[in-house]
């Protein structure tokens, strides 16, 4: 898919060849063009913005350097996309669906199940602070900080060396908002929405306070950053006016502060960032049918069990200095506590007669995963020799992952102790128009569990604990010219990427009795190879890019899933694709762009065989094609209109494993989004519309899954509306 640099902040400086990555739905289209990338609703786009690109701090450099630097596929989300996006929607998943070529649909709910990048997981990431939980990865890592203090979002296609922890498909680095003028700037933002029927309201309140002193003789320059919010919204009903299922958003609170003060070239931070998003308590689903393409839906009542829920805290010490034996020193010590419950019921997996009748237990799981580590950098500009770059660091990673039953008290998965520490090197040369990158990441990894017992479902099997080591160095190399003024560049990379298998699943499905966890080569690591190559053009009012890829892991980890519990299979995955960008302006005022992304992905049905079974909706999205248009006929208005279409897609007809139909069949949909926002002496005004032409869809994963029923066949949201309203002062 694509190599898309979503260009950094709109600045011009990403007139750079890579910026023409830019990829985002934008606004106002023409109703028969069916467009949808993302606009700037901010002042004139007539308005010159700063040149500062080279400040643009990319997760996959470990330092500054500017997107046409970089051979690979890397971009930013702009504050500007975010602000635009929310307009519409607060779903986290459904911006990055808009904004990056090769993530899948949103499901539009609490878990992110089947929101992979380029058919692979990708790795969360708070500032620096890993998100995502590949020990036991419960798709629920996507909510985990409000939007507002959201400044950039850095992203990087494909396996990378620059990080451990799981990044096989990519990093996604949510950067957190940082004063930058001097003097107290607030700001009260409310937002209202509805679908005029059934229960579908919705609201949101925050409040910003930022504030930067520039220092004086007596005293040190520092700046804060607080913020409060909190969000509430109903089931809401989709195109046919039915009510949408639970499983998704109901509340949700954030809050964050960061703080900061320099000292000559050196500067000594904190972050601390508390989020909690839980589902539904007054709501139960009702069943659909499949057969008939009757979505689940819901009604008013109280569940058996405790309402779903995220609880997700990060902190952080970070230390800079710009000028330390002629480079720039980071170092960071972090901290993340991360709580998901899951929604509960007669789960066959979890009856155990020696506890109820079987049939007759309720019970639902949470999965715990406490994390802290240390990443620190060194970058060293014309080591030795102009135009020669040095990269070093050490990080340092302790996870603490396990699941239990939260109704009785069981353990399904032991505590999973995982300690990795990595150190790297990078070696970068710029002669001209050329640009060579070349690393090695030393991963040293080492997973302890003690002895266990599983659950009766499994036959209460005893595991002896014990220890599995691991040891791979992880290379990357790459290169990019740019052929003068001509508005061309081309680049060709190499990358590998790192990442532990889904240790939870594979160590609570157990039967086999004298197994030890030190016997089990199942917990071997995975690593991802990954080719790309690509070109770019920006002209004076066109861009275009493409690239293409093959990315191949020898010792996959792709999940079955039976009786709605998934196991892990070791087997080999392949997954090729490509993506195209494209954008034209024909005026200040107005601009159209697009977007295509295509992934095929190939894996094995078991050790040994060819790799002629297609990858499912669990780890990869349909093709799509996003177009858009912007339109800002003044500096005090602006309006954009996005569609988005992904295509049917049929896998594995026929296919079994075991007495379970791998078959997947997804129709395909099309929306369109509407945004617009002015500019008043009271404030700024914005109207959101989802769905615009409020059509009757399914869902990708709810579709498409194979392992669906008729509790999860769900529909997508409809036609809704919201006003929002922000004052800065």
């Known amino acids: ?302 569940p058996a069990w405790d309402a779903p829920r995220n609880r997700v805290r990060s902190a952080s010490l970070e230390w800079t200095h710009d000028d330390l034996a002629g480079g720039r020193a980071s170092v960071q010590l972090f901290k993340q506590d991360f709580k998901a419950r899951y929604s509960g019921g007669l789960i066959s997996t979890f009856q155990d007669a020696s506890l109820a009748p079987l049939g007759t237990l309720v019970d639902q799981s949470e999965v715990v995963a406490d994390k802290w580590g240390l990443r620190s950098s060194w970058v060293r500009p014309d080591l030795g020799l102009r135009g020669l770059e040095l990269t070093a660091g050490l990080d340092l990673l302790d996870d603490t992952s396990s699941q239990r039953l939260t109704q009785t008290g069981r353990t399904w998965v032991p505590p999973l102790h995982y300690r990795s520490l990595a150190p790297f090197a990078q070696l970068e040369y710029e002669a001209g128009p050329l640009t060579v990158r070349g690393g090695l990441r030393d991963e040293h990894t080492r997973l302890q569990v003690d002895t266990y017992r599983t659950l009766a479902f499994y036959g209460n099997t005893q595991v002896t604990g014990g220890e599995r080591r691991a040891n791979q160095l992880v290379k ?90 998934g196991t892990v299979q070791r087997v080999p995955i392949e997954v090729e694709g490509v993506e195209l960008t494209a954008e034209h302006r024909f005026n200040a005022a107005f601009k159209l762009n697009g977007t295509y992304a295509r992934t095929l992905g190939r894996t094995a049905s078991a050790a040994g065989q060819p790799l002629d079974l297609m990858l499912g909706a669990r780890s990869q999205g349909p093709d799509k094609l996003l177009l858009g248009a912007q339109w800002a006929p003044s500096g005090a208005w602006s309006t954009q209109l996005n569609l988005s279409h992904y295509r049917p897609r049929q896998a594995n007809l026929g296919r079994t494993s075991g007495t379970t139909s791998l078959a997947e069949r997804f129709s395909g949909y099309t929306v369109l989004d509407l945004a617009s926002r002015w500019q008043t002496d009271w404030g700024q005004w914005g109207l959101g519309i989802e769905n615009l032409l409020d059509r009757r869809y399914f869902t990708y994963y709810g579709e498409a899954n194979y392992s669906g029923t008729n509790d999860d066949f769900y529909a997508g949201r409809g036609r809704t509306w919201t006003l929002s309203w922000r004052r800065d002062f």
């Open 1 to 302: 898919m694509l190599l898309t640099a979503l260009e950094a902040c709109r600045l011009p400086a990403l007139a750079s060849p890579r910026s023409a990555l830019r990829h985002r739905p934008t606004a106002l289209a023409l109703a028969c063009a069916l467009l949808a990338p993302s606009v700037h609703a901010q002042a004139s786009a007539d308005a010159p913005a700063p040149q500062q690109l080279e400040a643009v701090l990319v997760t996959a450099t470990r330092g500054s350097k500017a997107l046409d630097r970089i051979p690979g596929a890397v971009g930013v989300i702009s504050r500007a996309d975010i602000e635009t996006q929310t307009l519409v929607s607060e779903d986290p998943s459904a911006l990055l669906a808009q904004q990056v070529p090769g993530y899948a649909p949103s499901r539009q709910k609490l878990s992110n199940f089947g929101e992979g990048l380029r058919g692979r997981n990708a790795l969360l990431l708070l500032d620096g602070i890993p998100q995502t939980n590949p020990l036991r990865f419960g798709g629920r890592e996507g909510y985990f900080a409000d939007p507002m203090i959201v400044e950039r979002i850095e992203v990087v296609s494909g396996a990378s060396a620059a990080q451990g922890m799981g990044a096989t498909g990519g990093i996604i680095n949510t950067i957190t908002r940082r004063p930058t003028k001097a003097g107290t700037q607030q700001s009260v933002e409310v937002k209202l929405g509805t679908q005029f029927t059934g229960d579908s309201s919705s609201w949101k309140t925050g409040y910003l306070l930022q504030h930067r002193s520039e220092g004086s003789a007596s005293s040190q320059p520092w700046d804060v950053i607080f913020y409060a919010g909190t969000l509430s919204q109903d089931s809401g009903v989709d195109g046919a006016g039915r009510p949408l299922a639970t499983e998704s958003l109901h509340r949700s609170a954030d809050l964050f502060l960061k703080a900061g003060t320099e000292f000559g070239a050196q500067r000594l931070q904190v972050m601390l960032n508390g989020f909690h998003a839980d589902g539904f308590d007054d709501r139960i689903d009702v069943p659909g049918n499949r057969a008939t393409r009757l979505p689940t839906t819901s009604t008013d009542g109280r």
């Open 476 to 565: 990357s190399l790459g290169g990019i010219w740019r052929f003068g003024r001509s508005g061309w560049s081309a680049f060709a990379s190499y990358n590998e990427g790192f990442g532990p298998p889904d240790a939870g699943l594979i160590l609570r499905a157990v039967r086999t009795a004298n197994q030890s966890v030190s016997q089990l080569v199942d917990l071997q690591p995975i690593v991802v190879k990954n080719h790309e190559i690509g070109a770019n053009w920006r002209g004076g009012s066109t861009t275009l890019s493409m690239s293409v890829y093959r990315s191949r892991s020898e010792l996959g980890s792709q999940i079955v899933v039976s009786n709605g519990i």
